[in-house]
């Protein structure tokens, strides 16, 4: 038995499939290594017939649920984790999480991450100490990245990716395992890289992708909040966590749909009555005087007043989707750090 299975789907990522494979290859371990070719068109499947060392599957281009689930199904690693095709590991964090997980008799060995911008790294993050697995999970403080994450396979043997929640399911992963109340360790230090680039990335849709997302979004934290209140599990602080993410998730569907929006708000103020929007300034007074739709409006107003003003792209087309607030929005900061976890899961 392998000591851990890297399961990476991949999609047309040729450019950079080879460093996230070779930062797998990690000394000290028995480390098997399955990618997984969701279809794709340039070229990957040819190059990964040649590769040894690699455990190659191919499916139609179902997306990364499937990809990821078909790879757990032939890995046969004591421990799982999954990576993102244009990321890639830190050196030598393999046999430090792993001796962490066999010391501690962990199911999940949690650790940080870095951000690059292509291979300049321009954020480094250790893993955040916080008391609440669950309410770190939910949105409290940052929760690192599910790529950075070291699971005992048995432990996630019945927990699939789900394709129903396709873009955001990372993030359900995690939740849906912290449910299980799992024990966990941690390595403090970044796991893995989480690269910026200009091919695009999953976790930040644009367009109707980014209202699909935003509905998955929302739907999984109803699913887990109902969980979680079910089983007598949800607290104040639990609550007050997803109303973190719940708040920013709120304005980014008020671009689109208000009705449905202001359910949301709706919802934040039954999970806590004594919920005050975080805003400052006069974007702050504004929410707290006119409420949630009527702010909306107001902002709606001004996005359509100033729309002709806007950048436009480099090939000459409108930026086009909802973005997070900024302080030009009524001189206030109301954008939340973007997260790199599924809200960020990620």
Same mark, same amino acid.
């Not at 392998?2 to 996230?20: E, G, M, Q």
């Not at 770190?136 to 940052?142: I, M, N, V």
């Not at 395992?177 to 230090?189: D, G, K």
């Given at each position: 038995?392998?000591?851990?299975?890297?399961?990476?789907?991949?999609?047309?990522?040729?450019?950079?499939?080879?460093?996230?494979?070779?930062?797998?290859?990690?000394?000290?371990?028995?480390?098997?290594?399955?990618?997984?070719?969701?279809?794709?068109?340039?070229?990957?499947?040819?190059?990964?017939?040649?590769?040894?060392?690699?455990?190659?599957?191919?499916?139609?281009?179902?997306?990364?649920?499937?990809?990821?689930?078909?790879?757990?199904?032939?890995?046969?690693?004591?421990?799982?984790?999954?990576?993102?095709?244009?990321?890639?590991?830190?050196?030598?964090?393999?046999?430090?999480?792993?001796?962490?997980?066999?010391?501690?008799?962990?199911?999940?060995?949690?650790?940080?991450?870095?951000?690059?911008?292509?291979?300049?790294?321009?954020?480094?993050?250790?893993?955040?100490?916080?008391?609440?697995?669950?309410?770190?999970?939910?949105?409290?403080?940052?929760?690192?990245?599910?790529?950075?994450? +070291?699971?005992?396979? =048995?432990? $996630?043997?019945? &927990?699939?990716?789900?394709?129903?929640?396709?873009? #955001?399911?990372? %993030?359900?992963?995690?939740?849906?395992?912290?449910?299980?109340?799992?024990?966990?360790?941690?390595?403090?230090?970044?796991?893995?890289?989480?690269?910026?680039?200009?091919?695009?990335?999953?976790?930040?849709?644009?367009?109707?992708?980014?209202?699909?997302?935003?509905?998955?979004?929302?739907?999984?934290?109803?699913?887990?909040?109902?969980?979680?209140?079910?089983?007598?599990?949800?607290?104040?602080?639990?609550?007050?966590?997803?109303?973190?993410?719940?708040?920013?998730?709120?304005?980014?569907?008020?671009?689109?749909?208000?009705?449905?929006?202001?359910?949301?708000?709706?919802?934040?103020?039954?999970?806590?009555?004594?919920?005050?929007?975080?805003?400052?300034?006069?974007?702050?007074?504004?929410?707290?005087?006119?409420? +949630?739709?009527?702010? =909306?409006? $107001?902002?709606? &107003?001004?996005?359509?007043?100033?729309?002709?003003? #806007?950048?436009? %792209?480099?090939?000459?087309?409108?930026?086009?989707?909802?973005?997070?607030?900024?302080?030009?929005?009524?001189?206030?900061?109301?954008?939340?750090?973007?997260?790199?976890?599924?809200?960020?899961?990620?």
């Amino acid at each position: 038995m392998p000591d851990v299975s890297v399961i990476i789907p991949t999609y047309n990522r040729l450019w950079c499939l080879p460093k996230a494979i070779e930062s797998c290859r990690q000394p000290g371990l028995d480390v098997e290594i399955i990618v997984v070719d969701d279809g794709s068109t340039d070229g990957t499947w040819n190059w990964l017939q040649k590769q040894t060392g690699v455990l190659a599957l191919r499916q139609e281009n179902l997306g990364q649920c499937w990809a990821q689930n078909a790879g757990f199904d032939r890995a046969t690693g004591k421990y799982i984790r999954y990576l993102d095709s244009d990321d890639w590991y830190h050196e030598n964090t393999f046999l430090s999480q792993f001796r962490i997980a066999e010391s501690q008799n962990a199911d999940i060995v949690v650790a940080g991450y870095s951000v690059s911008d292509n291979d300049h790294i321009i954020k480094r993050q250790d893993w955040i100490t916080c008391d609440d697995f669950i309410a770190q999970q939910l949105g409290e403080c940052d929760s690192s990245h599910h790529a950075a994450y +070291f699971y005992r396979r =048995e432990f $996630i043997a019945d &927990l699939p990716h789900r394709p129903d929640f396709a873009l #955001r399911e990372d %993030r359900l992963f995690v939740l849906e395992a912290a449910l299980r109340h799992p024990t966990v360790a941690v390595f403090p230090l970044p796991a893995v890289n989480l690269r910026n680039h200009s091919h695009g990335r999953i976790q930040f849709p644009t367009g109707m992708r980014s209202v699909v997302t935003n509905f998955q979004h929302l739907q999984l934290y109803r699913k887990i909040l109902k969980a979680l209140d079910e089983e007598g599990e949800l607290t104040l602080r639990r609550k007050r966590a997803a109303i973190k993410v719940l708040w920013p998730l709120a304005h980014w569907i008020a671009y689109t749909h208000l009705d449905e929006a202001c359910e949301v708000a709706k919802w934040i103020y039954e999970l806590d009555p004594e919920f005050m929007p975080p805003e400052q300034g006069m974007l702050g007074q504004f929410y707290r005087n006119l409420g +949630f739709r009527g702010t =909306e409006q $107001i902002l709606k &107003l001004r996005r359509m007043l100033l729309s002709p003003f #806007r950048s436009r %792209r480099t090939d000459g087309h409108t930026n086009a989707g909802p973005r997070p607030l900024k302080q030009s929005d009524l001189g206030a900061d109301s954008s939340p750090p973007r997260q790199t976890s599924a809200s960020a899961s990620h």
